[in-house]
């Protein structure tokens, strides 16, 4: 089947590291999105891994491991803005449709 | 401007009724995509066109019709709308090499 995992929800400090974890179970696996959402607002893309290792644009990096079905985004010097909803998404099958999961809300504190 | 536009951006309506919420693309992009999101459901696929002449349902249709009008216009209707539509729903199309997704801002409707 297809199946998307991550945390429902997270907290962390201003200032500091969080780790978003994802599991990931699709067939014909193409490659993993990661998508910010503020609350009432659209998705937007933050980034997208194709090839296992760690991607690193600005604070934010992200990192894939085909053969275990994971990945994480990587949030550094969080800052209160950072407080959003983080979608995992993966793109499989020939069709290459995303499989969305359901989010993890992260609460940035001061 | 944004890539990808969606009127309207709030509707109440009532049972019963036919609406039509409709999205715009500047991007060039051959792929759309209409989801619905609830809150502790995420997004949910509802349909989806390839091209002009390729549509496609998603997971959830039922109660739902779309009409891709051209290749910047994807249409979404509901034909007798019921309570449980109430949802947001936003429209996206796709980069064809990257599959990155672009969303529009949504549309927020509530069916009393």
């Given at each position: 089947?297809?199946?998307?995992?991550?945390?429902?929800?997270?907290?962390?400090?201003?200032?500091?590291?969080?780790?978003?974890?994802?599991?990931?179970?699709?067939?014909?696996?193409?490659?993993?999105?990661?998508y910010?959402?503020?609350?009432?607002?659209?998705?937007?893309?933050?980034?997208?891994?194709?090839?296992?290792?760690?991607?690193?644009?600005?604070?934010?990096?992200?990192?894939l491991?085909?053969?275990?079905?994971?990945?994480?985004?990587?949030?550094?010097e969080?800052?209160?803005?950072?407080?959003?909803?983080?979608?995992?998404?993966?793109?499989?099958?020939?069709?290459?449709?995303?499989?969305?999961?359901?989010?993890?809300?992260?609460?940035?504190?001061? | 401007?944004?890539?990808?536009t969606?009127?309207?951006?709030?509707?109440?309506?009532?049972?019963?009724?036919?609406?039509?919420?409709?999205?715009?693309?500047?991007?060039?992009?051959?792929?759309?995509?209409?989801?619905?999101?609830?809150?502790?459901?995420?997004?949910?696929?509802?349909?989806?066109?390839?091209?002009?002449?390729?549509?496609?349902?998603?997971?959830?249709?039922?109660?739902?019709?779309?009409?891709?009008?051209?290749?910047?216009?994807?249409?979404?209707?509901?034909?007798?709308?019921?309570?449980?539509?109430?949802?947001?729903?936003?429209?996206?199309?796709?980069?064809?090499?990257?599959?990155t997704?672009?969303?529009?801002?949504?549309?927020?409707?509530?069916?009393?």
């Amino acid at each position: 089947g297809q199946n998307i995992d991550q945390p429902t929800e997270m907290t962390a400090t201003e200032g500091a590291i969080v780790q978003i974890n994802c599991t990931y179970q699709t067939s014909g696996f193409n490659g993993l999105f990661w998508y910010q959402q503020h609350a009432g607002e659209a998705p937007t893309f933050l980034s997208y891994n194709v090839l296992d290792g760690l991607e690193e644009k600005g604070r934010f990096s992200s990192f894939l491991s085909r053969s275990k079905g994971y990945s994480y985004l990587l949030l550094k010097e969080l800052q209160m803005k950072d407080s959003a909803s983080y979608l995992c998404a993966a793109s499989g099958g020939n069709n290459r449709k995303l499989i969305w999961g359901l989010g993890t809300s992260l609460a940035v504190n001061p | 401007d944004a890539d990808v536009t969606q009127t309207p951006r709030n509707r109440i309506t009532k049972t019963g009724k036919r609406i039509m919420l409709e999205c715009s693309q500047t991007k060039g992009h051959d792929r759309m995509y209409w989801y619905r999101q609830d809150p502790g459901l995420g997004l949910r696929l509802i349909y989806y066109s390839f091209d002009v002449k390729d549509i496609n349902k998603g997971e959830i249709s039922d109660g739902y019709s779309v009409s891709r009008q051209a290749q910047a216009k994807f249409s979404l209707s509901l034909e007798s709308a019921i309570p449980n539509q109430t949802a947001l729903y936003f429209c996206a199309t796709s980069d064809p090499i990257t599959e990155t997704q672009y969303f529009g801002p949504g549309t927020r409707l509530l069916v009393l």
